[in-house]
């Protein structure tokens, strides 16, 4: 089995989900909506998504690593919703890094090589998501099911804000 054209599906599904709710959202207030107080606001999500299509892309292009500076701290993992709006860059800003790090991304899914796809994936003990799968290649299928649980999670948001539901 090719494992280029069922990444390159996945990853696209899963982005035309999230591209669907980001589409909804027209306001400051939108974009930092949360349905609950622990809640991920979708600016969270989309740059969170963005830093994670750069890592992924990294793992096999290590000088495509291009992140803004203290980005991690807002949106990476670990990181917490912050009440002062005036931390956060634009959502401009994060729809455009979103945008590009998934080009670059499947820039690289198209390059690299059955023997790069091929390598050994981490080992089951290392904390790793990705630990344990039969070779690295599956990076980009691991990305694509990333992307689908915040998908999940910008669809409650737009549910939150009274849109009917994407799909149906």
């Not at 292009?61 to 990181?79: H, I, M, N, V």
């Not at 790090?101 to 089951?124: F, I, M, Y």
Request: hydrophobic share 40%.
């Amino acid at each position: 089995m090719d494992l280029k054209p069922h990444a390159r599906h996945a990853l696209g599904l899963s982005r035309r989900i999230a591209d669907g709710v980001i589409a909804s959202l027209k306001t400051s207030d939108e974009w930092f909506y949360q349905s609950h107080p622990k809640a991920n606001p979708p600016i969270w999500i989309v740059a969170h998504l963005g830093l994670a299509d750069n890592m992924f892309s990294a793992r096999f292009r290590p000088q495509l690593d291009e992140k803004p500076a203290g980005w991690d701290a807002l949106f990476w993992y670990g990181s917490e919703p912050k009440s002062d709006r005036t931390l956060y860059p634009s959502p401009e800003e994060v729809l455009a890094y979103f945008r590009e790090r998934r080009e670059t991304l499947l820039k690289v899914l198209d390059e690299v090589s059955e023997e790069e796809l091929n390598a050994p994936g981490p080992k089951a003990d290392e904390r790793d998501p990705m630990a344990g799968v039969p070779c690295i290649g599956y990076l980009f299928l691991f990305a694509a099911f990333h992307e689908s649980i915040h998908a999940g999670q910008l669809t409650v948001a737009h549910r939150g804000l009274g849109n009917p539901p994407l799909f149906g």
